[in-house]
């Protein structure tokens, strides 16, 4: 169980551009989560998977963000046209299907900010 | 989805115990109560999770009276390294996690 990793850890970029975050989750788990985190804030849901499907999308999840996740094993949320708001800590989580609703697994994290 | 209370900070020194306690007035029959604990520049972690009565592991306590309209988290013996915010959770909607402020604990040497 080596846990979630994400890639990167900090991301500086202009407002305008395209970024994108990768998370790579604990090898058996099947459901992948994405939150966001403000300074001061909890995390924020976004959106999950279980395996490849996308089962649900926050409504603060704009139509400048998409979260893919190929083949059930990784995931990646882009976000097209940054803007300065979306300057926040994104945070990935699994768990098994097997274990509590509650008890997921999260990552570091993805530093962004956008100037 | 139950709607959960907690002190916004707390201050506690190395050595003592620490109770958190987070009210949830509105807590359905099935659902479970969980901490999260977060470190600065960490994601959060999970720390304990029960139901009734009192569940104890290697990190922490959660005790939980008969009417489960509050719980209490119980770190023995803090020390600075327990510096954290600590997320309490009731039930789950739609299988995605609802994070309130939490509660900033500050260890003092």
């Known amino acids: 169980d080596t846990g979630v990793s994400q890639n990167p850890r900090h991301k500086i970029t202009k407002r305008g551009q395209n970024v994108t975050f990768r998370c790579d989750p604990i090898?058996?788990?099947?459901?992948l989560y994405w939150y966001r985190q403000t300074l001061g804030q909890g995390p924020e849901f976004l959106t999950y998977?279980?395996?490849?499907?996308?089962?649900?999308k926050s409504r603060l999840l704009s139509d400048r963000f998409s979260a893919e996740r190929p083949k059930g094993s990784f995931s990646t949320l882009e976000i097209q046209r940054t803007e300065q708001g979306d300057s926040a800590m994104y945070l990935c989580a699994s768990r098994s299907s097997g274990r509590a609703y509650n008890e997921q697994f999260f990552g570091p994290g993805t530093r962004l900010t956008v100037l | 989805l139950a709607k959960t209370t907690q002190p916004i900070s707390m201050d506690s020194y190395e050595g003592q115990e620490v109770n958190i306690t987070c009210s949830h007035n509105n807590i359905a029959t099935n659902d479970y109560i969980t901490w999260y604990q977060q470190f600065p520049s960490q994601g959060p972690r999970f720390i304990i999770q029960g139901y009734k009565t009192k569940v104890t592991n290697e990190v922490a306590s959660l005790f939980i009276p008969a009417d489960r309209k509050s719980s209490t988290l119980s770190l023995p013996r803090v020390s600075l390294s327990d510096t954290a915010v600590y997320y309490c959770l009731v039930g789950e909607r739609d299988d995605k996690i609802i994070f309130g402020k939490g509660t900033r604990l500050h260890i003092l040497p």
């Open positions: 090898s058996e788990h099947n459901r």
């Open positions: 998977f279980q395996n490849e499907a996308q089962l649900e």
